[in-house]
């Protein structure tokens, strides 16, 4: 459950989107550097290929239908009565 303030409860199961996004782009950038050294190339460039552009716009459908899964969960969850509203969990110093 998540909410996009620290100290609030969180609203939904799972990371926010913008958590998602960035843990995504972490990848991608580590996958880019491996295929950069393996190739001789910057990461720069290798940021700049169509494989990369093509793997960054795909990951940001993948997000989006996650965190519409996530909702699904949550929704679900909250109908069975296993979670109740405000139920949510309080994150300190922690992203979502």
Same mark, same amino acid.
């Given at each position: 459950m998540q909410s996009g303030? *620290?100290?609030q409860?969180? *609203?939904m199961l799972g990371m926010a989107e913008e958590s998602l996004l960035a843990y995504a782009e972490t990848l991608v950038e580590e996958g880019a550097r491996? #295929? #950069?050294e393996a190739r001789g190339a910057s990461l720069e460039e290798e940021l700049e290929t169509p494989s990369?552009? @093509?793997?960054r716009l795909t990951l940001q459908y993948v997000v989006?239908?996650?965190v #519409? @899964? @996530?909702?699904?969960?949550t929704n679900h969850l909250l109908e069975l009565g296993v979670l109740r509203t405000g139920d949510g969990v309080?994150?300190?110093n922690e992203e979502r």
């Open positions: 303030q *620290e100290g409860p969180l *609203e491996l #295929a #950069a990369v552009i @093509n793997t989006k239908l996650l #519409a @899964n @996530n909702a699904y969960f309080i994150l300190q």
